[in-house]
């Protein structure tokens, strides 16, 4: 079975400075790997995809994340962080059969 | 386009009571799904239909929980009778493909209180 560890529940970092939220996988086939953010009282929205092409995907809002087989890892990032970005943000994977499992979460908190 | 619309936003009912919630998907899209998200932990999956049959129902609680999908159209998750710890946010997503890589379209979601 295919599961995701998110190594930080919480990030906080200041407006205009990196942001990195960590994820693992784990996965006996080759995953895809998905970053959903979820701001207050809003839908879950897609930030990103990997499906076996560039290890390094970029997606909306300035977030890119790199897939290394070889550390397990999914980690996001932004250089810049706004405050718009305060939200939710889950590590998502699929193998097989379609089905997404969720990691548990880390919510950012960007500070003025 | 217009998203997936759930209703209703809020519901607080008391223990042993039964609740319904109401998932109005995306025009057009084949796949449904039910996903039940406890406060601090990420989404888990209950119920997926395709069109309207059930593919996948196995975390789903069924000697509590029922969800239908009439016409492939809308969809209801019941809960009968309710538990505090139903207590979550009951997230209903819509895709056009069985497929993840085609993307899920997240309704904003039904935040339920068991008290």
């Known amino acids: 079975a295919q599961s995701v560890t998110q190594l930080d529940s919480h990030v906080s970092v200041s407006e205009g400075t990196p942001v990195l939220l960590r994820c693992n996988y784990s996965?006996?086939?080759?995953?895809?790997l998905f970053w959903y953010v979820q701001h207050p009282n809003k839908g879950l929205q897609l930030l990103l995809k990997?499906?076996?092409?560039?290890?390094l995907v970029k997606g909306i809002n300035g977030f890119e994340a790199e897939f290394k087989k070889s550390e397990t890892s999914f980690h996001l990032t932004k250089p810049s962080a706004h405050m718009s970005d305060a939200a939710e943000y889950f590590c998502?994977?699929?193998?097989?059969?379609?089905?997404?499992?969720f990691g548990a979460g880390t919510t950012v908190t960007v500070r003025a | 386009e217009a998203g997936v619309a759930q209703s209703p936003r809020y519901k607080i009912i008391e223990k042993r009571q039964s609740v319904a919630f109401w998932c109005n998907p995306i025009s057009g899209h084949a796949t449904l799904y039910w996903y039940q998200q406890i406060l601090g932990q990420g989404p888990k999956l209950l119920i997926q239909f395709q069109n309207n049959g059930v593919v996948d129902d196995s975390q789903l609680p069924k000697d509590r929980f029922s969800a239908e999908r009439l016409k492939g159209v809308d969809s209801t998750l019941k809960i009968q009778p309710a538990k505090l710890e139903d207590s979550a946010v009951y997230l209903c997503a819509s895709s056009p493909s069985t497929d993840p890589n085609y993307g899920y379209t997240f309704g904003s979601g039904t935040r339920l209180t068991v008290v």
């Open positions: 998502v994977v699929s193998v097989g059969d379609y089905k997404l499992s």
């Open positions: 990997y499906t076996s092409a560039a290890t």
């Open positions: 996965s006996s086939y080759s995953p895809s």
